[in-house]
């Protein structure tokens, strides 16, 4: 049928012996047609395009429009977000908010006319409007003025406003997108108010609808701060909001752990070290300053204990210890609830196996509590005394993807690197389940497990598929490859394992053709990594990093006999400590040292390796060295280019 530009198309081989008895087919490739090129009357020529150019071609994301969203205001233009793997503290798009704007000039309390918006453009012909604390119905809106104006509508008060303040148009429900698909899990649920996350205890939910995951808010999120001195004398009441939350950091640290204080300097990177072999203990106190009544206390704990020791805590010194999973070396942050409590309550850490090893990186805590107001006297005050602020948005801790049954374990999130690969192909870019090698995929798998290897992260920016693959590769130590319509992942290993084939030099194609030897330039070395991993999706300040965790490594050996050559990388889809620091030891491995190269033709017919394929050569230079084909190229009908790279270890 014409026309058939990007029909698919599968090419095959078949080889006829000299008996004209042919051999089975082989695939060599699967693409798509480009369009017909030097076309006359009988004959024209098409070239090809691989499967992952098309689908680079083709890729399409769904964006935050008013098409799909009609209500939404300030994300319109964002892609519709996807997340895999577990505890992501993702941002939720604001499809459905209403309308939002600023008061063109101040009003007073009781003022009903002249009430003028900077811009009523989005605005319901009639409705209510959410400015401050107070709710302010009108019946029409004409060049920006509000008409049939009733003032602290909804059990709300009349108050002057100033100009500038923000006005919001009142709704049933607040919507919020944060996935395009449905999530495993939605757990705690915050609100970024002025530059800061606060934890919402009620009023915002988690919603599926559609196959896609919102956060529902029945109602505006507010919070009423004092921005004026006031002089107090007699009769006064100071209205606050029913429940907060507020960061606490510690006070004070005591025990005979070493390095103590790297337990409360805010670092996450340092820590204290139980480096006795007893059981001695490490207590973190808190000031005792209070701000109302204790609901819930949430210790935000980071750290580590080696294999088989048992790390336990308990709150002031009192009743038995409670112990910590076993990280077997690696860090873990973990949040640690306790209902009630004073202000001042401290907590202790220990380990009773009088072992050693243990460390203790961080400790902090949030608390929930209804803030408790003194009426003393009357004030005197200037200018508002309490500035209202709005919710930004919203932001959940959640579970992406559910595997549920073609991709590794149903029912179970998707996080494992093979696993998130596979589940992209196919229900990303189209590709069938019997397009993945599943040999393959079910070898890197098993080094994925034994490793503890596990993705996580959340896609909001403009990707290109293949790049976006090839680099989940990377940061699995694998590579990804598309073969004649199959797909193959492969772990690298640390040492180069055995060659599958010796060449020689009567294997070449073509007379006097010969190895050609090069290596890589020492100025490409990279022999002192750092990693910055963990995204930080929330971009609360602009003094926030992107990046909250960090891995390095690096090579006195390489550093003495080449110099430094630093080198710092970004893992995206790394959340996980000691992953990052497994990936980054091997890329060390194969930067540290110049590489040996090699190029040499042969012909394609005869030859029966593949990318990836390792193999070593009958060369007087560097016969008993390690190669993997690095690339396959065919050069004209019957001769291919190898070019091989020299294995690191």
Not at 391 to 408: I, K
Not at 517 to 527: A, C, E, G, R, W
């Amino acid at each position: 049928v014409y026309p058939f530009e990007g029909a698919g198309c599968l090419i095959k081989e078949v080889y006829l012996d000299d008996d004209d008895n042919p051999s089975d087919m082989v695939t060599i490739f699967k693409g798509v047609i480009d369009e017909p090129q030097e076309i006359d009357l009988l004959s024209f020529q098409c070239k090809l395009s691989s499967m992952m150019f098309q689908k680079d071609k083709q890729w399409t994301v769904a964006m935050i429009d008013t098409t799909t969203y009609p209500y939404a205001y300030e994300d319109v233009g964002k892609l519709e977000p996807f997340v895999y793997g577990s505890d992501v503290l993702v941002p939720a798009l604001r499809v459905d908010w209403g309308a939002k704007t600023t008061l063109k000039a101040a009003i007073a309390a009781g003022q009903t006319t002249s009430i003028e918006l900077s811009d009523s453009g989005r605005f319901p012909a009639s409705g209510t409007l959410l400015v401050d604390d107070e709710e302010i119905s009108y019946t029409s809106i004409s060049s920006n003025v509000l008409a049939g104006v009733t003032r602290g509508v909804n059990s709300t008060t009349a108050t002057g406003h100033n100009a500038g303040a923000t006005i919001w148009e009142k709704q049933t429900n607040y919507d919020s997108l944060i996935a395009s698909h449905a999530l495993h899990t939605i757990g705690d649920i915050y609100a970024e108010i002025d530059g800061k996350l606060l934890r919402v205890t009620s009023g915002v939910t988690g919603l599926l609808s559609g196959g896609k995951h919102y956060l529902r808010a029945t109602a505006q999120i507010t919070i009423d701060n004092t921005i004026d001195g006031i002089e107090v004398t007699d009769n006064i009441t100071i209205y606050t909001t029913s429940l907060s939350n507020i960061v606490i950091y510690p006070n004070g640290v005591s025990g005979i752990w070493t390095y103590e204080n790297n337990a409360i300097d805010n670092n996450l990177d340092t820590y204290a070290l139980d480096e006795y072999g007893a059981t001695e203990a490490i207590n973190i106190t808190f000031p005792a300053t209070s701000y109302g009544t204790i609901y819930t206390q949430h210790f935000h704990v980071k750290y580590s204990n080696p294999s088989g020791n048992e790390l336990g805590y308990r709150f002031n010194g009192a009743g038995a210890y409670i112990w910590l999973a076993d990280t077997g070396g690696a860090a873990s942050t973990v949040q640690i609830n306790l209902s009630g409590g004073s202000w001042d309550t401290w907590i202790q850490f220990a380990n009773v196996d009088w072992a050693s090893g243990s460390k203790l990186y961080e400790v902090w805590k949030d608390v929930d509590y209804a803030a408790g107001m003194v009426k003393v006297g009357s004030a005197y005050r200037t200018g508002s005394m309490v500035n209202t602020s709005f919710v930004d948005r919203f932001h959940a801790v959640v579970d992406g993807y559910t595997d549920y049954g073609s991709y590794g374990e149903s029912g179970t999130v998707i996080e494992r690197p093979d696993y998130v690969i596979k589940h992209f192909l196919v229900q990303k870019l189209g590709f069938a389940l019997t397009d993945i090698d599943t040999t393959s995929f079910a070898a890197a798998g098993a080094l994925y497990d034994t490793y503890s290897y596990a993705f996580a992260f959340s896609i909001y920016d403009a990707i290109t598929p293949s790049e976006f693959i090839n680099r989940l590769a990377f940061e699995c130590r694998s590579t990804l490859k598309y073969i004649a319509g199959k797909w193959y992942l492969d772990v690298i290993p640390d040492t180069a394992p055995a060659a599958v084939k010796t060449i020689t030099a009567s294997e070449l194609a073509g007379q006097f053709t010969k190895f050609k030897f090069n290596k890589t330039p020492i100025v490409d070395l990279q022999n002192n990594l750092t990693a910055t991993f963990k995204r930080d999706y929330t971009g609360l300040l602009a003094s926030n990093s992107d990046w909250l965790l960090t891995s390095q490594t690096s090579d006195t050996t390489s550093e003495g006999k080449y110099g430094s050559y630093p080198a710092t990388l970004e893992f995206e889809f790394i959340r996980v400590q000691a992953v990052a620091d497994s990936v980054l030891e091997h890329i060390l491995l194969e930067r540290m040292n110049p590489l040996l190269l090699v190029t040499f033709p042969v012909f394609w017919e005869h030859f029966d390796l593949v990318e990836g394929d390792t193999f070593d050569i009958d060369n007087l230079l560097y016969s008993g060295k390690i190669f993997y084909i690095e690339k396959f190229s065919r050069i004209d009908q019957f001769r291919a280019e190898v070019q091989g790279k020299e294995w690191w270890v």
